[in-house]
């Protein structure tokens, strides 16, 4: 029965890291062609909260529209971590470079680009409007031309927006930025008309295609959303079906407290409402146009406002557009009260142990100046942490290597007797205080580090393009050398089955080495199976994190050096219980 429960451990084990193997090698699929982009759709605004309907027979008034040869004023936006443009013309943030961060380890890698004007195949923006409830109120549109006052746009310049329709009312938009990647939008409407108008402010994110994603079960891609205290979670697949059924609403919900946005693997944008109580209204929307999936997130006041005649109404939003910084996303948390946002990174189910492991390599990055040490010296404290447990399993172990001789005999002895046989192993186990199943607890004690390690590489932007020693420049990337072209020597790139890279290699000899000091189980497929552990977890992790390779072959090697410092105790207590005669030291 002990022997059973071993197998299903060491099946267990190796069953874990299959499925992440599988989910690792969907990591980086084939990039997609972007499909072709539609003509953008200028007419009509997002409506997304129900508004009172216009009256019988009333005819809603257009917007009038720029000539079609005037270039669009556009705002430049700049604080040193952000530069990009607001155009006038509709009231768009439509482009925006992240300075901090690049497309690859390269030094002359371009910027991180987040968003982009409509129109292109990357098209990706944000957008502020109303919408006449009324159905007679001439509204701003898309090609609506705004009048400018202030700019460029930065940390201590805002800039104010402003389009009068003409018939009594003016519309405002005053643009903040702060020293992050966080925008404030204060829209305000003054009615000078001399009756009540009904409006609804809004405010959009917009994507004009599906972005390309990880692929990963682990990873959230898509709409998210926290909604007084509730994390809501739709990619893009559900999202398109579930707008099938729904007139196009993937999504939507109401609450007091929150936000809602686009979440990329390290890329956000979120709106989220800037006066505290009050309820706000989210919708995740898809809108097919021809063959290409667009996606909305739009946000608005769950009622239209009525604006009597000398009166105004007001509505102020938040646009996060930038990196998952963990402890940016923290202070905005804490400091501007947007809910739960730190769970805009998706630590998982075991949040609770993933996101301290975090903190800890985080700051020993910091310490160190070199995640990969932080890495080394995080494990060398997990190793400390778990001595004691450790400590016992190898106790448990060697006493096991020096009983093999003793496991031998039993089993010729009563090999024609099975469940005599297993009395007698289970009563040596007894009375040497041993557990034979001792050997697989160092391995299950790894999978739950492994797990929430494998998360901080994969999802924390901290994590990316973090380089080691050596070779290794990206911590959260698989090592690049390869066995089968000769770590580059030759001139051939391998398929992407055949990489054996080098930390692999070093992470197989050291499971290798630590085997040689286990006992071997007597049973004869046992023991070819603990033979090619190290050869299947080899090929079974080259293509993980090199971070997460260098953590196993550091924490084996601290072991091997645990397990080998306890032999030695034992063996010289084995050697000194024996009398003269049977080999021991004499007695002084």
């Known amino acids: 029965m002990d022997q059973k429960r071993l197998l299903a451990a060491i099946a267990l084990s190796v069953g874990i890291l299959l499925i992440f193997d599988v989910w690792n090698r969907t990591m980086n699929p084939a990039p997609v062609a972007p499909p072709p982009v539609a003509h953008e759709q200028t007419s009509g605004s997002p409506v997304p909260a129900p508004v009172v309907p216009a009256a019988p027979g009333a005819e809603v008034s257009a917007a009038p529209a720029a000539p079609a040869t005037a270039p669009a004023q556009t705002v430049a936006v700049a604080n040193g971590r952000v530069e990009g443009r607001i155009s006038a013309r509709g009231l768009q943030l439509d482009q925006l470079v992240l300075r901090d961060y690049r497309e690859h380890t390269r030094p002359n890698s371009p910027l ?242 993933t996101k301290p492991f975090f903190y800890a390599l985080d700051w020993l990055g910091r310490t160190f100046g070199n995640f990969g040490v932080a890495i080394l010296v995080f494990t060398f404290s997990l190793k400390l942490f778990f001595f004691p447990l450790a400590n016992k399993a190898y106790k448990s172990m060697s006493k096991m290597r020096l009983l093999a001789p003793k496991m031998t005999e039993i089993r010729e002895r009563y090999k024609e007797d099975p469940a005599k046989m297993q009395a007698e192993m289970m009563a040596l186990y007894k009375t040497e205080k041993i557990n034979p199943a001792s050997g697989c607890l160092p391995i299950l004690i790894q999978i739950p580090v492994f797990f929430a390690l494998y998360k901080v590489l994969f999802v924390a932007i901290e994590m990316r393009h973090a380089p080691f020693f050596g070779w290794i420049q990206d911590l959260s990337a698989p090592d690049p050398t390869n066995l089968f072209n000769l770590f580059g020597l030759l001139p051939y790139d391998p398929p992407a089955f055949f990489h054996l890279p080098a930390w692999a290699l070093i992470m197989g000899v050291t499971m290798w080495l630590q085997q040689k000091l286990n006992p071997q189980p007597p049973d004869p497929i046992q023991a070819k199976i603990f033979q090619w552990m190290p050869v299947i977890f080899t090929f079974m992790l080259a293509s993980f994190p090199a971070g997460l390779i260098i953590y196993w072959a550091w924490n084996n090697l601290l072991s091997i050096a645990q397990q080998g410092y306890i032999m030695r105790l034992d063996q010289k207590r084995q050697q000194a219980s024996l009398t003269p005669a049977q080999g021991g030291a004499a007695p002084k």
């Open 112 to 353: 991180v680009r987040l968003l982009a004007p409509r129109g292109l195949p990357e098209g990706y923006f944000a957008q502020w409007g109303w919408t006449a409830a009324d159905g007679r109120t001439p509204v701003p549109g898309n090609d609506t031309d705004w009048t400018v006052t202030g700019g460029p746009l930065s940390a201590a310049s805002p800039v104010t927006f402003t389009w009068d329709n003409g018939v009594g009312q003016v519309f405002e938009a005053v643009v903040s930025l702060d020293d992050n990647y966080m925008f404030g939008v204060r829209q305000r409407v003054i009615n000078r008309g001399d009756q009540a108008v009904t409006l609804l402010p809004w405010a959009r994110i917009r994507r004009e295609r599906t972005p390309q994603t990880a692929g990963f079960f682990i990873l959230h891609e898509g709409f998210i959303a926290v909604q007084d205290g509730r994390l809501n979670e739709v990619t893009y697949n559900d999202g398109k079906s579930n707008a099938a059924t729904a007139r196009g609403t993937a999504y939507e919900g109401e609450a007091s407290a929150g936000w809602a946005g686009l979440s990329d693997k390290y890329w956000l944008t979120a709106l989220t409402r800037a006066e505290d109580g009050q309820r706000l209204r989210s919708a995740f929307r898809h809108v097919p146009e021809g063959n290409v999936d667009r996606w909305q997130v739009d946000v608005a006041p769950p009622t239209a406002a009525t604006v009597p005649a000398g009166g105004e109404a007001a509505f102020a939003t938040r646009l996060f557009a930038g990196a998952k910084e963990v402890h940016l996303l923290d202070r905005y948390r804490d400091r501007l009260g947007v809910q739960d946002f730190d769970k805009a990174i998706d630590f998982g189910w075991f949040y609770f142990i």
